[in-house]
């Protein structure tokens, strides 16, 4: 299986359950989990006929409830890893653009795939002044293992983000540091812009080819 073909499963599962944007303001990360889900889920299940005949309302609804509580740059970085420092501003910040994009074809697909999952909310205890923690929770599926998905989260001045996602053990940012690194490793920093950016351009017209 490839890196992107395990990636879109993750995001699968993952997508079952991400922070998405909540009512409250700043409120604690569990809390923004909870609230959240329940909000996703049910445009899912209402809108879903619509949201999978229609990828670009997919792309908004991702725009407006999913981006808002990931940290990109903090994500494309891990991911990046020690050759993050290789790179100079002008391509840090294409990977972050193309890392984001590849993210959001991935969760179009993930959102559209939808359908009968329900989440389960483990017990959350965050102590005092903690800025880094693990919100867990899981995922059933008929006639399948639960499964188990983790989201990493930090505090910043914007309230809680996303910076990795751990399913079933196994980290985004992890997984995407390999195969980043092999293609930096054989190509370069560009080399590796190279297959994110036609990565997302074969996305982008397989969209425009169904409409």
């Not at 965050?126 to 998905?149: C, H, L, N, R, W």
Request: contains cysteine; positive net charge; aromatic residues 8%.
């Amino acid at each position: 299986m490839t890196t992107f073909s395990l990636m879109r499963r993750l995001l699968l599962l993952a997508t079952l359950c991400a922070p998405l944007l909540a009512r409250a303001e700043n409120p604690p990360p569990d809390v923004l989990v909870r609230n959240t889900t329940i909000e996703v889920t049910t445009i899912l299940k209402r809108d879903k006929a619509d949201l999978s005949n229609n990828r670009q309302k997919l792309y908004a609804l991702i725009d407006a409830k999913v981006l808002p509580h990931f940290d990109f740059n903090q994500m494309t970085q891990l991911a990046v890893g020690r050759y993050w420092r290789q790179a100079n501003a002008t391509q840090q910040r294409a990977l972050v653009t193309q890392f984001r994009t590849l993210l959001v074809r991935t969760y179009a697909g993930a959102l559209a795939a939808f359908n009968n999952q329900t989440i389960e909310f483990k017990p959350f205890n965050m102590p005092q002044g903690s800025t880094d923690v693990t919100v867990e929770t899981q995922v059933k599926q008929p006639g399948a293992q639960p499964i188990p998905i983790n989201y990493s989260m930090e505090q910043t001045g914007d309230g809680w983000k996303v910076y990795d996602v751990s399913i079933d053990g196994v980290s985004l940012v992890t997984n995407y540091r390999g195969s980043f690194g092999t293609e930096i490793r054989r190509e370069g920093i560009d080399g590796l812009l190279r297959t994110l950016t036609a990565r997302n351009q074969q996305d982008t017209a397989a969209t425009a080819a169904v409409k």
